[in-house]
């Protein structure tokens, strides 16, 4: 038997199989079957070799001890951190960065590995964020307390707070968690930015805010609060008498009446319960968002040279 072929019917044969083909090459398509998929190999990257970091990875790491994933570690700038992110950069494999350097490491050497960014504040993420250029899958849980949970969590254990101060690098972080959606309600306490750059002298700054609000919140602005700056900080805002709210354990020892953060080991559980969760179901789930595990501490020093109250836990 003879098949006869039509010029119309060659034509549509040659152009369902160039769509075939296509459509098998698409990367799009690739990436849209392996993104969706856990991984099988894990790589935990840390910024330096610090205790934080290892402490961060280490509890990471009994969350998914036993799972059945190749699973490494390495430090960025040294020759096992570049062969090591060269061998895990994979459609299956996860790269778990500790810190900033090492996001910022795994952005500039990942092609084709989904990156899980932890240990890193959510303005440092975002800045860095910004600026990348690729299509690397990038998740995040941001190591500060959420600007909503803040607020509420003064209302909670201070009384009587209506305005709280808040100190930027730029005077434009109450603007981007308002595009970000991440603004607490206005009915609960009212809240006012400050630009640090607008000053010479940072120490000014906190003075004015200081004199118009009850209460300061920090925010882990590196422009703001650093080893130059975080003495005069505690001095000014203890002699006004307004308390400092910090987002950190060093802070919280430094001066601040109540600090809300994460210890090292929460926020290695919280990633590799998240991971874990993935494992167990078989598929990955993309995340960007703030740390739901903390610790509120209270600085009963400063509490009592202030004479202010602080409600315990609800």
């Not at 994979?90 to 490491?105: I, M």
């Not at 190591?143 to 949970?149: A, F, H, K, T």
């Not at 009212?190 to 609000?213: H, M, P």
Request: aromatic share 4%.
């Amino acid at each position: 038997m003879t098949a006869t072929y039509t010029r119309s019917g060659i034509a549509l044969l040659i152009g369902c199989l160039i769509l075939a083909v296509c459509q098998s090459l698409l990367p799009g398509e690739v990436r849209a079957e392996t993104t969706d998929q856990s991984p099988d190999r894990i790589l935990m990257l840390a910024s330096d070799d610090g205790s934080l970091h290892q402490r961060v990875l280490t509890a990471l790491q009994r969350q998914i001890a036993s799972s059945p994933v190749v699973l490494s570690q390495a430090v960025v700038s040294t020759p096992r951190g570049n062969q090591q992110l060269d061998t895990f950069d994979c459609d299956g494999c996860l790269v778990v960065t500790s810190g900033v350097v090492a996001l910022h490491t795994a952005l500039e050497r990942v092609k084709r590995a989904r990156i899980l960014a932890i240990a890193i504040p959510e303005e440092s993420f975002q800045r860095i964020m910004s600026a990348r250029s690729g299509a690397v899958s990038v998740s995040a849980i941001y190591m500060d307390v959420s600007l909503e949970r803040m607020v509420s969590l003064i209302n909670e254990r201070l009384m009587n707070i209506e305005s709280v101060g808040i100190i930027s690098g730029d005077g434009q972080y109450l603007e981007r968690e308002h595009e970000r959606d991440h603004l607490p309600p206005k009915n609960v306490m009212a809240l006012k930015e400050y630009n640090a750059a607008a000053q010479t002298d940072v120490v000014k700054v906190f003075q004015q805010a200081s004199r118009e609000n009850q209460a300061i919140l920090a925010i882990p602005d590196p422009r703001v609060y650093n080893r130059d700056t975080i003495v005069g900080i505690m001095l000014t805002t203890y002699r006004s008498g307004t308390p400092l709210i910090g987002y950190s354990e060093a802070l919280n020892r430094a001066g601040a009446l109540m600090s809300v953060f994460s210890s090292p080991e929460m926020l290695g559980e919280e990633a590799g319960q998240h991971i874990a969760d993935a494992l167990a179901t078989g598929s990955w789930q993309p995340t960007e968002r703030h740390t739901e595990r903390y610790i509120v501490a209270i600085n009963q020093q400063v509490a009592r040279s202030l004479r202010i109250r602080v409600q315990e836990s609800p």
